[in-house]
């Protein structure tokens, strides 16, 4: 079973297919976007051991021509030295302004990509392959693409909309429980933000996701994905609806620039610590229920999924330090922290109303460590 999902925006309108086999049928799809005969793809070391091979079959049976780049895995790809290699490799291929350049794998390979795409030619079209979780409901749709500074995260970027997205869900069971488990964060945050009914059906479903039924991921990726579409064709450049997806993120980004951008803290792990925390805060600003934190709580740990900064490997910052590095968020504007609150599981919004004491004390607690 496929389905797709269509986010309509004009001359850049796109398709998401969500499905099985999709990589083995990718030709088919890649096809009828092409001028000439020829692909360039890139992908990261483990993405490529496992599903490079299942797409360059599919390309050569169509009989189309294709170059390759693997980039080692890892957070630490997002950053200039390989965005400039990427680059290279585009012109050292000869990527014309019309031709297709495709990215296989993770959220690191996919916002690399895209972005490279995007400054490329001041713009050539990208088709987006996720091969994780994360990247099927969030990092591949919407056009948002980039690398991390030493300052922060996806600080430097552009909007560039992919011209397909090929979510195969069989990509799915090769990843490592953890790895699936931090994409699922990710679409915990779809429900947290706009969708009572689709948490309410996570929490009976998770386990199911996580244990590989097929149709329960299909599903999950079809609702993550029409969600953020819905809020992308709304707000496509972030002026508005769509900070919303950033819920959970502000703590986030801090919390993984405080880790290096390593393994020790996934993006997706990161996301669910968030916007635990999100919650906490906005249960103190008595904008919710203490219910709201706890059932959030409740439901990430019976996924078996890092809930508190203490679940994070090694030595973290304390939380002033952890507040600063908030400062350094996207969501800063004329100097002021914007925050994505709630008022129940479902009803997420924006505002810069939130005092740094409050944030500083759920970071205290969280930490257990007292202001500086």
Not at 23 to 31: K, N, P, R
Not at 189 to 213: I, R, T
């Amino acid at each position: 079973m496929t389905v797709c999902v269509h986010v309509p925006l004009g001359a850049r309108a796109y398709d998401i297919h969500i499905g099985q086999g999709l990589l083995g049928q990718a030709a088919s799809h890649i096809a009828p976007f092409l001028q000439r005969p020829k692909v360039v793809i890139v992908t990261d070391s483990n993405v490529a051991s496992l599903h490079l091979a299942t797409l360059t079959a599919s390309l050569d049976e169509a009989g189309i021509r294709h170059a390759g780049l693997t980039l080692p895995a890892g957070e630490s790809t997002k950053s200039w030295p390989f965005l400039i290699e990427t680059v290279d490799f585009f012109l050292n291929e000869k990527v014309e302004r019309r031709d297709v350049v495709i990215a296989l794998g993770g959220g690191v390979i996919g916002d690399l990509v895209g972005f490279a795409a995007a400054v490329l030619r001041r713009g050539v079209r990208f088709i987006q392959i996720p091969t994780s979780l994360l990247a099927q409901v969030d990092s591949s749709v919407g056009g948002k693409t980039g690398i991390n500074a030493a300052e922060g995260k996806n600080l430097i970027g552009a909007f560039h909309q992919p011209s397909l997205v090929l979510a195969d869900i069989d990509a799915l069971n090769t990843l490592m429980p953890r790895d699936f488990l931090a994409g699922y964060g990710e679409v915990v945050k779809y429900g947290l933000l706009g969708n009572e009914a689709f948490f309410e059906w996570l929490e009976v479903n998770g386990p199911s996701l996580a244990s590989g039924d097929t149709q329960a991921r299909i599903e999950a990726v079809r609702i993550s994905c029409q969600m953020k579409a819905d809020i992308v064709v709304r707000d496509e450049t972030e002026q508005g609806d769509r900070a919303l997806l950033n819920l959970g993120h502000t703590f986030c980004h801090a919390l993984e620039a405080a880790a290096g951008y390593s393994d020790r803290l996934l993006h997706g792990e990161g996301v669910a610590i968030g916007c635990a925390m999100a919650f906490e805060t906005s249960a103190r600003l008595g904008l919710c229920s203490q219910e709201a934190p706890s059932r959030v709580r409740a439901h990430l740990k019976a996924m078996g999924m890092k809930v508190d900064i203490s679940d994070i490997d090694g030595d973290m910052p304390d939380s002033a330090a952890l507040l600063a590095l908030m400062g350094q968020d996207k969501k800063v504007v004329g100097g002021q922290l914007n925050f994505i609150m709630a008022r129940a599981i479902g009803q997420s919004f924006l505002t810069s109303e939130v005092p740094p004491e409050v944030v500083l004390s759920v970071l205290q607690d969280a930490t257990g460590s007292g202001a500086e």
